[in-house]
């Protein structure tokens, strides 16, 4: 609505994941390195731990991008048993288990199925990645004994694969309880918020990836940002569409402080309050 007023060539706070959006933040592009080292060099399975909002989703996509030798399995919804997990994977990776009778087939016979996918699909020269979001909700320690069963099966020439686990802070601290599964992550990787120095350039590069060179936040404005958002990219992202909504209508020529505080206050007041 606003990209016009703005000479914008779209909306630049979007969710959009493309590559260019990306801002490689200190702990973001380690991240992203880290991830791909994993993936191109069989080094099994790493953890991506970060809050809400701090850009996990952003990053796994472009991992998902960077893939060009093999599928990727994607769960979204890990509070599965050890059999739906297993079965969700298999059938993802186009394997099926034979059927006896219409039997749902057990655990041992996917364990093997999958395997077997596992080893066809490294003989045939690719490496599938599977990923497992907001994998701090799992609550059944029988998965991650699972998970550490599948990290079993890699072997140097046979049975390539990745296993990338993504969640909140509380996923480290699983892991570590978990010791088993927590010794066969390779990489454990950190999102954390940005700073102010960051929280400036994030707004800039999401700007030009939109088609703008000049600011349309001044300096107070981006000060009151990076304090209000705590650093956090999807609150930077709300508070900055919601005030380049209201400067258009207003017919503002930039965003100060004024507006993010108002954006703010309006976004954060409680139903009771209004």
């Known amino acids: 609505m606003y990209e016009r007023y703005w000479k914008l060539e779209r909306a ?36 991506l731990v970060g809050a809400s909002g701090t850009g996990k989703t952003h990053v796994l ?40 009778a219409g039997a749902v ?29 907001d994998a701090h909700l799992i609550d059944d320690r029988r998965v991650f ?3 550490h069963q599948l ?18 802070p509380e996923l480290a601290g699983t892991l570590q309880r978990h010791e088993q599964m927590s010794d066969r992550i390779a990489f454990q990787c950190l999102l954390q918020s940005l700073t102010a120095a960051e929280t400036a350039a994030y707004v800039r590069h999401r700007l030009l990836t939109a088609g703008r060179t000049e600011s349309l936040f001044d300096d107070s404005a981006l000060r009151a940002i ?30 100060s402080s004024d507006q993010i505080e108002g954006v703010h206050a309006e976004i954060t007041r409680s139903p009771i309050a209004a």
């Open 145 to 147: 004994q699972t998970l």
């Open 105 to 133: 087939p057990g655990m041992d016979l996917l364990l093997q199925t999958l395997e077997g996918r596992l080893t066809e699909l490294t003989q045939a020269g690719q490496s599938p990645v599977i990923m497992i979001d």
């Open 151 to 168: 990290m079993n099966f890699q072997r140097p020439g046979r049975t390539n694969f990745s296993l990338i686990l993504a969640g909140q």
């Open 12 to 47: 630049p706070f979007d969710q959009d994941r493309r590559t260019e959006t990306f801002y490689s933040s200190r702990f973001h592009g380690e991240a992203l390195i880290k991830l791909k080292y994993l993936i191109e060099h069989g080094k099994g399975s790493a953890s």
């Open 61 to 100: 996509e472009l991992v998902r991008q960077s893939v060009t030798r093999g599928p990727v399995v994607h769960l979204l919804y890990p509070q599965l048993t050890p059999h739906e997990l297993v079965s969700y994977i298999t059938h993802e990776l186009d394997a099926n288990p034979p059927k006896s």
């Open 226 to 255: 990076f304090e209000l958002s705590g650093g956090i990219p999807r609150r930077i992202n709300r508070l900055c569409d919601f005030a380049l909504l209201i400067g258009y209508a207003n017919q503002l020529a930039f965003v």
